[in-house]
């Protein structure tokens, strides 16, 4: 029930807005496919909830490649997510730090101003590596003492 608690303001806009639409919006229903899938899959497990929104968008726009290139402004409208002042862009930029600083994620800005295009790499977490160690048969299979 916390949950609920919790959410149930942004629950109830997001209801109005997708009533007031009349559908919903493409990053709303299309999940993540491909190379890029397994790759979000991954990264929900180490990153805040705004990386994670990120992540997800990413994957999304990426499909089977492993990079993207498009505007922040572009990929801040298909996270739609605003921060507690109102801005899109400053929730996406956080989400980015999040996911460049744990290692999910290389960016490289090529441009200036109104012009610029990003071009967003997928890259294995440094956490994944501490995370997941393969595991001998015999450790699966020994008693401990």
């Known amino acids: 029930m916390a949950f609920l608690e919790d959410y ?11 009533r007031k ?4 919006l493409a990053a709303e229903h ?14 929900i497990l180490y990153v805040p909830r705004s990386g994670q929104a990120v992540a997800r968008q990413i994957a999304r726009l990426c499909g089977d ?7 922040y402004r572009s990929l ?7 921060d507690r002042a109102g801005n899109l862009r400053r929730y996406t930029e956080r989400g980015i730090k999040a996911l460049v600083d744990a290692g999910w994620l290389e960016v490289e800005t ?3 101003k109104r012009g610029a295009k990003t071009t967003f790499r997928l890259k294995v977490g440094e956490e994944s590596t501490e995370a ?8 699966w299979f020994t008693e401990a003492a």
């Not at 639409?21 to 919903?24: H, L, V």
């Not at 299309?30 to 990264?43: D, S």
């Not at 490649?65 to 505007?71: A, K």
């Open 76 to 82: 801040a409208d298909a996270v739609g997510v605003r």
């Open 110 to 112: 090529t441009g200036a």
């Open 132 to 139: 997941m160690v393969l595991i001998d048969d015999e450790d």
């Open 8 to 18: 149930v303001y942004s629950i109830d806009t997001h209801i109005l807005k997708l």
């Open 65 to 71: 490649d492993s990079e993207v290139t498009l505007p």
């Open 21 to 24: 639409r009349g559908f919903a």
């Open 30 to 43: 299309k999940p993540p496919t491909g190379q890029a899938a397994l790759w979000y899959q991954e990264v």
